[in-house]
């Protein structure tokens, strides 16, 4: 589909983009999830193919070495995650739009390679307090993996202003009607 679009969704860790984005999922018409690859070990209730494609470190290089991803990082040490070309042009096909879940290089990287094809979205945390919280909450990370992700945020927080809407997740259903209403207004729904 020549008019498919890219509607993003970016956020340090923890600030809710997954709950968000899996919500619009369920209330939006024709959105499609872009999968991502990543090298990371799967958690419990995870599924290859529908979370991730969950690749070795070396198959990952080996489809960087392909050129087959759009973006890619290394997010944290090993932890290679990018998004497949071959991703996008599946859902497009489809004559969907695709909406992804990436972290904030990699979302700010989509947008500026689809100008004018994508929406960026920044999920705002109320405070670097609550993603540590939300975090040991969500019960996925260790707290080695905790203090990774908070030290990258502070950074993260800093790009906002390069994304095209910002949400702020304070409580979640405020967030959840906003991020709504910004997609249905750019895909005139
Ligand atoms: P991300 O995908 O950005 O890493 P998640 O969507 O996994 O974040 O959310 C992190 C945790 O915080 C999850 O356990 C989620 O249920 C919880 N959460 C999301 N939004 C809120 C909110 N507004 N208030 C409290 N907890 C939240
Ligand atoms: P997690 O391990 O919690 O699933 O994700 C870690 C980080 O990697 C998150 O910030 C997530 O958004 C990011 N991420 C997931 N998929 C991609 C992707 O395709 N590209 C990039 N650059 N980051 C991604």
Same mark, same amino acid.
């Given at each position: 589909?020549?008019?498919?679009?890219?509607?993003?969704?970016?956020?340090?860790?923890? /600030?809710?983009?997954?709950?968000?984005?899996?919500?619009?999922?369920?209330?939006?018409?024709?959105?499609?999830?872009?999968?991502?690859?990543?090298?990371?070990?799967?958690?419990?209730?995870?599924?290859?193919?529908?979370?991730?494609?969950?690749?070795?470190?070396?198959?990952?290089?080996?489809?960087? *070495?392909?050129?087959?991803?759009?973006?890619?990082?290394?997010?944290?040490?090993?932890?290679?995650?990018?998004?497949?070309?071959?991703?996008?042009?599946?859902?497009?096909?489809?004559?969907?739009?695709?909406?992804?879940?990436?972290?904030?290089?990699?979302?700010?990287?989509?947008?500026? *390679?689809?100008?004018?094809?994508?929406? /960026?979205?920044?999920?705002?945390?109320?405070?670097?307090?609550?993603?540590?919280?939300?975090?040991? *909450?969500?019960?996925?990370?260790?707290?080695?993996?905790? /203090?990774?992700?908070?030290?990258?945020?502070?950074?993260?927080?800093?790009?906002?202003?390069?994304?095209?809407?910002?949400?702020?997740?304070?409580?979640?259903?405020? /967030?959840?009607?906003?991020?709504?209403?910004?997609?249905?207004?750019?895909?005139?729904?």
């Amino acid at each position: 589909m020549n008019s498919g679009k890219l509607i993003i969704f970016s956020a340090p860790s923890g /600030a809710g983009k997954t709950t968000i984005v899996q919500h619009l999922l369920r209330v939006i018409p024709g959105l499609e999830f872009s999968v991502s690859a990543c090298s990371r070990p799967i958690r419990k209730g995870e599924v290859n193919g529908v979370d991730y494609y969950f690749l070795s470190v070396d198959e990952f290089r080996q489809k960087i *070495q392909n050129d087959e991803f759009i973006e890619w990082e290394e997010v944290y040490k090993d932890n290679f995650y990018g998004t497949l070309r071959s991703e996008v042009f599946r859902i497009w096909n489809r004559g969907h739009h695709v909406i992804f879940d990436v972290d904030v290089e990699g979302g700010l990287n989509l947008k500026g *390679q689809y100008t004018g094809r994508a929406l /960026a979205v920044f999920i705002m945390p109320p405070s670097i307090e609550s993603l540590e919280n939300r975090l040991r *909450q969500r019960e996925t990370e260790t707290s080695e993996s905790i /203090a990774r992700r908070l030290g990258k945020a502070e950074k993260e927080l800093k790009t906002a202003g390069q994304f095209d809407v910002v949400v702020l997740n304070d409580t979640l259903a405020h /967030a959840l009607a906003e991020s709504e209403k910004v997609v249905k207004d750019f895909l005139k729904i």
